[in-house]
């Protein structure tokens, strides 16, 4: 297998990826990882007899290539290692620990650390985050088990260790992973000036009308070189509930109009996805009219709280802005909305986001 270093610089002599001194500066931190995973590991009869190698967690802005550098990485492993969202791992974690419970397991965080550990010697998470209480309370024991079962984390963040569940209930019950994070993982920022996912955007086109299969092929290409082919789905929990993307990536989320605007969503549901993604593909957004004012009416709610928060939109619709609701009640207010998705297709709109 490639090393990350010689990976890395092939494509960016392919011009899949452009150089960036902030990218090749942690670089070595990846091969020195690749390489000690590359070392076999002997067990000893209860358990491994040679401690981890200590993980990596890759901090800093949006688009600034963390998830990018984090797959060049894993694509060199020759170990069993999987790549995943970390918000989707936990969602795993607490189904199988409900179900563990349910057969009448004491305390099924042990196992459930144990099942992992033996499937793989790296876990990969995409944007830790955590914000669910549920969660809060038991990341410090599952941590803690999966390190001692031999397993390596490799993760990226928008956040500083220390900011992690910032203000959270409880906080002080949490602090001792953030210890734990510290202890067993090496601390990087990805400090690069450039947000790499607003230069690809940068003046490409990204409202197609109408919304047919031509644009669906250019939507295809451009989610494609925001995702690098890579999916899973993202569930947003919002005072109790849970609200499910079920196409994102590395801050880009992929939804149809009825997914957001066609269920009994509202601004809660609506804040928290503009804090969740950086970047919002929407497709297929209908003529709007009184037939189906509640639709539009949420439609305008999504755009005014992905304008305020800066969240660059790619999306496909029946017709452009200022012709999407020409009558019924709220055309005349719809005004706005219209001159604000015109506002966010120019070339330098959100450049500054993140």
Known sequence: MPSVIDLYNSRVASGKIKPDEAQTAVLPEFERLRADLAQPVKRGFFRRSVEAPKGLYLWGGVGRGKSMLMDLFVETLDVPARRVHFHAFMQEVQGRIHTLRGEGAEDPIKPVAKEISDSVRLLAFDEMQITDIADAMIVGRLFEALFEGGTTVVTTSNRVPNDLYKDGLNRQLFLPFIDLLKERMVVRELASERDHRQDRLAGTQVYFSPANAAARTQIDTLWEELTHGQEEPLTLHVKGREVELPRYHNGVARADFFDLCGRMLG????????????????????????????????????????????????????????????????????????????????????????
Do not use: H
């Open 267 to 354: 601004p809660a549901d609506y804040l928290k996805l503009a804090e969740s993604v950086r970047v919002l593909i929407l497709e297929n957004i209908p003529q709007l009219s009184r037939r189906n004012f509640n639709e539009a009416r949420r439609f305008v709610t999504l755009i005014d709280t992905l304008y305020e928060a800066r969240v660059k939109l790619i999306a496909s619709a029946a017709a452009q802005p200022e012709m999407l609701y020409v009558e019924g009640e709220g055309s005349f207010e719809f005004e706005r909305t219209a001159s604000r998705l015109r506002e966010m297709q120019a070339a330098d709109w959100a450049v500054e986001a993140g």
